[in-house]
């Protein structure tokens, strides 16, 4: 079902947003930086609000120079785009005074900076360092995981799901599965009404029974 690569994440992820031709440290802190704003946001927004933000040259030091207002007109509409305005200019100060303008490379120091969850973290280890540190549970993740059962009982948070999902699944595939699942949650498994006659899941999955 996700053979064709299709869905918005598959072009407007985080692993598209940054800019190859930059140097390494600065393509590190653009990934971190879009999958900052894509919290509560669609991958559409998010990859509009960084072409204007690379537009203008996206790096520690374009950042901490811009106005709050006008970064707030360059990000707008992500979701919550004042709060994120404030985390932003709050871990780029971090960056560069702690981590000489690069990123943190551990879950444990990502996680400690403003505006920065465990998905973002470990998505962001992925992108940016190649380095799997663990599965990175969204809302699509978290839902589909407990439609399909893949949760031994009912979860509450994308946490307990990671924790979950990492119990069985094979770590060779915690890679994967959050682009499969995301890209399913955006085009099949919705989460309002969900497309279960579209579904080749339809058959074995629990939630579709109840439809």
């Known amino acids: 079902m996700r053979s064709e ?4 994440v598959d072009q407007l992820g985080a692993e598209h947003c940054y800019d190859p031709s930059a140097p390494p ?3 590190r802190y653009q990934v971190l930086l879009s999958l900052m704003l894509s919290s509560q946001t669609k991958d559409q927004v998010t990859a509009g609000a960084m072409q204007r933000l690379k537009a203008r ?5 374009s950042i901490l120079q811009t106005d709050d207002s006008t970064l707030g007109t360059l990000i707008y509409p992500v979701g919550f785009w004042r709060n994120k305005v404030k985390y932003i200019k709050q871990t780029s100060a971090i960056l560069q005074q702690n981590y000489d303008g690069d990123i ?18 470990h998505l962001a280890m992925a992108v940016a360092w190649g380095t799997v540190s663990g599965i990175a549970v969204d809302t699509h993740v978290h839902r ?3 439609r399909l059962r893949w949760t031994k009982k009912v ?19 915690w890679s994967e599965i959050n682009g499969l699942l995301v890209g399913f949650g955006q ?9 279960c006659q579209a579904c080749l899941n339809q058959a074995l999955c629990p939630a579709a029974q109840g439809l």
């Open 187 to 195: 085009q099949i498994c919705l989460p309002v009404r969900p497309r």
């Open 5 to 8: 690569k299709d869905a918005p």
């Open 144 to 146: 589909i995981a407990n």
């Open 155 to 173: 979860t509450k948070s994308p946490e307990e799901t990671r924790a979950a999902l990492e119990e069985w699944l094979p770590r060779d595939l």
């Open 57 to 61: 040259g996206l790096t520690v030091d």
């Open 25 to 27: 440290k600065v393509r």
């Open 104 to 121: 943190p490379a551990s879950v444990a120091e990502l996680v400690a900076l403003p505006g920065v969850g465990p998905k973002m973290a």
